[in-house]
Structures are given as C-alpha cells and as structure tokens.
C-alpha cells in the first residue's frame, strides 16, 4: 500500500471509532450495530457480545435509556493498516456518564468525574459497505468509586 491508500484506511476508521460515539451518545445507539461486520465480537470487563445481532440487542437496550447522558472520548487514536482489507487500532477512551431523574431530560446535567477511563482496541474490516468493527475490546485502566444506594 502507498502512503495515500494507507491514510485513506486509518482515516476510515478513526471516522468509524467517532460514529460510534455519536450514536452512542445522541441517543442512536441501536444503530451501532449496522457499524459492525456480521460475525463482529464486542468485549467488556464482563460483557462479551457475539455477532451483529446480540450487538444490536444489547444496544437497542442501551438507547431505551433516555435518561442517560454520556459523552464518550477518544483520544490517542492510532490506527495501523494491515492491510488494503483490514486495520487494527488502540486508543483511549474517557466515558463521562450521568443518570438524571426519571422524567427529567435537562441540559447540562452536573459534572462528575468519569465513569471510567482505559484502552480500546478495535479491528477492522474492509466490506462492501465499507469500513467496519470486526472486533471492539474495551479495557479500562482507571474507574470511579461506585455510589453507595
């Protein structure tokens, strides 16, 4: 691959790791799914989704929680290119989430430090719809205390 090629594939990807959060964050979030290859892996600290569908499922429950509000950051993104199919990447993501009251859908809600903070390591593939998860593992390094109820 020529320099071009391969700055055209990390683009794509970075591109895909910002989709990811846009829909995530705005309340889209069954979508994340179409962003993933049909035979795709997302993993967790104790989560492992196997295939497009069980990602969809999952999701399709994340997004029925509208008083969530999250922002999800990724920084340090480094994408390699493998291949002119295929490209693997790390980067950090910080999770900012806050859980209103039922009922309240208010704007801006009050700042708390980040739910969690660690390593993404995504690979990608090249398809006829173009540039997709192939696999999401999410690692964090750092997490905030959990609340006592």
């Known amino acids: ?4 090629d391969r700055t055209l594939v990390e683009r794509s990807c970075e591109r895909l790791i910002m989709e990811y959060c846009r829909l995530v964050d705005f ?8 962003l993933f290859t049909e035979d795709a892996q ?6 492992l989704l196997d295939g497009r569908e069980e990602i969809r499922a999952w999701f399709v429950k994340r997004e029925g929680i ?3 509000v999250s922002r999800h950051v990724f920084t340090n993104v480094m994408v390699d290119a493998v ?9 950090y993501m910080i999770n900012f989430r806050h859980d209103r009251e039922e009922g309240d859908d208010s704007l801006p809600v009050v700042m708390e430090e980040p739910k969690w903070l660690g390593d993404v390591r995504d690979t990608f ?8 998860f192939s696999s999401r593992t999410v690692e964090p390094a750092f997490m905030r205390r959990r609340k006592q109820r």
Do not use: F
Request: charge should be negative.
């Open 1 to 4: 691959m020529d320099e071009l």
């Open 83 to 91: 291949s002119p199919s295929e490209a693997t990447s790390i980067s």
């Open 27 to 34: 309340g889209e979030a069954a979508a994340v799914a179409d």
């Open 66 to 68: 509208a008083r969530r």
């Open 42 to 47: 997302w993993r967790g600290t104790d989560l």
């Open 125 to 132: 593939r090249r398809t006829e719809a173009g540039w997709r």
